[in-house]
C-alpha cells in the first residue's frame, strides 16, 4: 500500500522536473483542495488527486 501524501522528492520524479517547479505545482493542487474544503499540509500533496489532476487517473502509476 502507497503513501497517502507525496512529498516533493516523488513529485520530481515522477514529473521529472526541478524542486523549486514541483513546490510550485504542490502549492497549487493544495490551494485548489483547500477551495474544496479539504485540510492540507504544506510540504505534501494528496496522490489521488496529483494522479488525477496529471494523468486523469486515481492509478499511482499514472500510466492506466
Known amino acids: 500500500m502507497s503513501k497517502m501524501f507525496m512529498n516533493?522528492?516523488?513529485v520530481m520524479e515522477v514529473l521529472?522536473?526541478?524542486e523549486s517547479y514541483a513546490y510550485k505545482l504542490m502549492k497549487r493542487l493544495n490551494r485548489e483542495l483547500q477551495a474544496m474544503g479539504c485540510q492540507t499540509i504544506a510540504g505534501k500533496v494528496d496522490r489521488k488527486?496529483?494522479?488525477e489532476q496529471f494523468?486523469?487517473?486515481?492509478?499511482n502509476d499514472g500510466r492506466n
Do not use: I
Open 49 to 51: 488527486y496529483f494522479y
Open 16 to 18: 521529472e522536473v526541478s
Open 55 to 59: 494523468y486523469g487517473t486515481r492509478s
Open 8 to 10: 516533493v522528492k516523488e
